[in-house]
C-alpha cells in the first residue's frame, strides 16, 4: 500500500542568514530585451524545442476552466502577464515565468487537455521528447478534448466561444487568436560557466511567480541536471536510505536530495567550503557536472556501504534529535567522518565503523549541539562539528 505523502520536518539546515545571502549587494551584468511574439510563434517554439520548460516545474496543473479563461482573453483582446525567458544560447531559451500559459496556448492549438492523473507522466514524457508526441497526445488515456468551457451568459448574452475548439472557432478569429501578441522579456547574461549560472539561480529565485515559492534545491535541480543528479535521484529512492527518513514518498521540494548533496559536498570539496551553504551547494553541482562514470560510481560505493552500516546499528532514527526531527548537521557530520577515509583512498570498503552508542553521545554532545544551532553554516562551525565527530565517532583528536 502506497504511503499518504506527509511533508517531512528537518532539522540542522541552513540559519536564516544563509537563506537570505548577500546576493543583493551584487551587480549582474544581464541584458534585458522585450519582445512581442504572437500565438502562433509560441506554438512553434514549443513545436521546435526553442523554449525550454525547467523540470522543476514538475506538470501543468490549470483545470479547463482556468485555461479556457486565458484562451478567452486572448480571443477577446484583453492582455495577460508577461513572460519571463533566459537565453542560455541561441535558439534556447529557459522559461523562467509562464509555464502554464505556454502550455495553455499549446494544448489548445493541439486541440487536447491533459488528464488530471496523467500530468505527472506527461511531464516526464515531455522532458524527455521536448514535446508530446502525436501518439500520446490522441491516447484518451493522457488526453480530453480541449473544449472551451466558459460562462454561458456575458451577461445576459451566449459566449460564442463556449464549447468551442481550435479548429472550430471562426476562421477570423482564428486567425485573430494566431496572431494576437504576448508581452516576453528575455533576459541574457555576459557571464559564464559557474557564475553564469549562479546568475540564472538568482534570476529564477527572484522572477519565479508560479504560485509558490521555490526551495533552492528545486531550482538546483533543474540547472545543474547531470549524472551526478540521476545518482542522487537513484540514491534517494533506496529503501535502506528512506527507513532512516521515516517516509517511503521522495520530499517534493527535494530536501532529501539537497541532504545527499550536502554530504557529497562536505565530503569531497570541504576545503573549498565557505558561506553561504547556498552558494557552495551551487558551485559543486557545477563542478559534479563533469564527473567521470567512475567518480561517481565510486560515490554509489561508498554511499551503499555506508548506509548499510548505519543499518546495521539496529536504530531507524539514529540521524533523528530530541525534537523528533532528521537532523541534517549529525547526518552530514557522521557522512563525512565514516567515509573520509574511503574516499581518499578510493575504496568503498574501507569506510570507518563506529556504534551506535557514539552516535547517541555525539548528538548528546553540547559543543556539538551549540554548532549546529547557531550560525549554522558558518566555516568555524563546520569544522567544530566534524572535529567533534571524530573525536567521538573514531577516537581521534
Known amino acids: 500500500m502506497t504511503e499518504e505523502y506527509k511533508e517531512p520536518i528537518f532539522d540542522g539546515d541552513y540559519d536564516q542568514d544563509d537563506l537570505e545571502d548577500n546576493s543583493s549587494s551584487i551587480e549582474y551584468d544581464i541584458f534585458v ?71 495553455t496556448i499549446y494544448y489548445f492549438i493541439k486541440k487536447r487537455f491533459p488528464k488530471e492523473g496523467k500530468r505527472i507522466e ?8 521536448g514535446s508530446i508526441p502525436d501518439n500520446i497526445l490522441s491516447d484518451n488515456d493522457y488526453f480530453t478534448d480541449f473544449t472551451l ?23 477570423s478569429d482564428k486567425t485573430s487568436f494566431n496572431l494576437k501578441t504576448i508581452r516576453h522579456t528575455v533576459i541574457k547574461s555576459s557571464a559564464s560557466g559557474e557564475e553564469g549560472n549562479n546568475v540564472v539561480f538568482e534570476i529564477f529565485n527572484r522572477l519565479n511567480t508560479g504560485g ?30 528512506r527507513k532512516l527518513l521515516s517516509t517511503e514518498t521522495p520530499d517534493i521540494n527535494m530536501k532529501e536530495l539537497e541532504i545527499l548533496l550536502r554530504g557529497f559536498a562536505m565530503l569531497i570539496d570541504r576545503e573549498n567550503y565557505k558561506p553561504s551553504m547556498i552558494k557552495f551547494l551551487n558551485g559543486f553541482s557545477f563542478k559534479a557536472k563533469r564527473n567521470s562514470d567512475e567518480e561517481n560510481e565510486l560515490l554509489e560505493s561508498i554511499f551503499n556501504h555506508f548506509i548499510s552500516h548505519i543499518n546495521s546499528l539496529g536504530d531507524s532514527k539514529i540521524f533523528w534529535t530530541s525534537n523528533n526531527r532528521f537532523n541534517i548537521s549529525v547526518y552530514e557530520a557522521v557522512f563525512t567522518t565514516l567515509c573520509e577515509n574511503a574516499y581518499k583512498e578510493k ?6 565503523h563506529t556504534e551506535k552508542e557514539k552516535i547517541d553521545s555525539l548528538k548528546k554532545d553540547e559543543e556539538f549541539i551549540k554548532a549546529y544551532s547557531q550560525r549554522t553554516t558558518s566555516v568555524d562551525n563546520t569544522q567544530k562539528r566534524s572535529e567533534i565527530a571524530k573525536r567521538i565517532l573514531l577516537g581521534n583528536g
Not at 150 to 170: A, D, G, H, M, R
Not at 347 to 352: C, H, L
Open 347 to 352: 575504496d568503498a570498503s574501507k569506510i570507518s
Open 212 to 241: 509558490v515559492n521555490l526551495k533552492p534545491q528545486e531550482i538546483r535541480t533543474s540547472l545543474y541536471h547531470s549524472n551526478f543528479y540521476e545518482l542522487l535521484y537513484k540514491l534517494n529512492l533506496k529503501d535502506e536510505w
Open 33 to 103: 530585451s522585450p519582445n512581442d511574439f504572437n500565438v502562433k510563434t509560441l506554438f512553434d517554439f514549443i513545436e521546435s524545442r526553442v523554449f525550454k520548460i525547467p523540470n522543476f516545474q514538475r506538470n501543468y496543473v490549470w483545470d479547463i476552466k482556468r485555461a479556457s479563461k486565458l484562451i478567452e482573453s486572448l480571443l477577446i483582446g484583453i492582455p495577460i502577464p508577461q513572460i519571463f525567458l533566459f537565453e542560455e544560447k541561441k535558439n534556447n531559451l529557459l522559461v523562467i515565468d509562464g509555464q502554464q500559459r505556454l502550455m
Open 122 to 129: 506527461l511531464r516526464k514524457i515531455f522532458d524527455e521528447k
Open 149 to 171: 468551457k466558459l460562462p454561458e451568459q456575458i451577461p445576459n448574452k451566449p459566449n460564442k466561444f463556449n464549447k468551442k475548439n481550435y479548429s472550430t472557432l471562426e476562421e
